[in-house]
């Protein structure tokens, strides 16, 4: 493939994007200029979150719905980005779940959905994309969607804790195969965060206000603000790093459980 002129926008994939994090992490590269290809697996969601976009950001933002875990709708998010902005220079692989449960009575069929989604379909993501990146001979960034629970122990998220260290080891791991070709990849880890599902449940701000050394829990905005800087040229010799975004609580640690 011909190589593309640098000095035209970056273009973004995000998944999972139609709220919380990944939405804000959209709305923060569209704000930079940046055009975004915008995924979620709820069509009406995905559709809402590009009208809100554009209407701050006119014609930076497009969306495919369709789920992150099934690698052919992955090959086809990646080849629709493409086809929508001629070229992909940054994949964010934020989408993933969190499916709570006692480790001794966790049931293989939520351990197989959890690990779909967030290690098959972050893992297979980076490698289309990365695969883009090489073809287009400009570099890129990739980054992984982690969590403090990768580096705390945290009652009932044995797997999904696993899956979160998983992708700190990928992004490391990756160093030695994608820095040749110019493109870095690191993971960010974010603590407690308001979003929209959190703020639902009762007591959430305020236990991890209590709990947290610098007062309060992120705000997706928090963990945006991270991601577009290591994405970003600035960040170019910062690659197998994972950043974690938790206002020091993984610096003291105290469970939320704890009165």
């Not at 709570?100 to 959890?114: P, S, T």
């Not at 967030?118 to 289309?128: I, M, P, R």
């Not at 990849?185 to 959430?204: D, L």
Request: with cysteine.
């Amino acid at each position: 493939m011909e190589t593309k002129n640098k000095s035209a926008p970056q273009v973004a994939l995000v998944t999972g994007a139609g709220m919380g994090i990944g939405f804000e992490i959209c709305r923060n590269f569209a704000s930079e200029g940046m055009a975004v290809m915008l995924n979620d697996l709820d069509p009406g969601l995905t559709q809402q979150a590009v009208e809100k976009i554009n209407a701050e950001f006119p014609n930076r933002c497009k969306g495919l719905a369709g789920d992150a875990s099934d690698t052919d709708f992955i090959s086809d998010l990646t080849r629709q980005t493409v086809a929508e902005f001629g070229r992909l220079d940054v994949a964010v692989a934020n989408a993933g779940i969190t499916v709570f449960g006692d480790f001794l009575d966790y049931k293989e069929a939520d351990f197989h959905k959890l690990v779909q989604l967030n290690l098959v379909g972050s893992f297979f993501l980076a490698q289309q994309a990365a695969r883009q990146m090489i073809a287009q001979q400009t570099g890129g960034s990739i980054l992984f969607m982690s969590s403090v629970t990768g580096h705390q122990a945290h009652k009932n998220l044995a797997a999904y804790g696993m899956s979160k260290a998983a992708l700190e080891m990928l992004a490391k791991t990756l160093v030695l195969e994608l820095s040749p070709y110019k493109i870095n990849v690191n993971a960010v880890a974010p603590g407690a965060t308001m979003t929209e599902r959190t703020a639902s449940e009762a007591g959430y701000e305020q236990t991890w206000s209590r709990i947290t050394p610098m007062g309060r829990p992120a705000f997706p905005k928090d963990i945006a603000a991270a991601v577009s800087f290591l994405v970003s040229p600035r960040a170019r010799h910062i690659t197998g790093q994972s950043l974690v975004i938790d206002g020091g609580w993984t610096a003291t640690s105290p469970s939320p459980y704890q009165e």
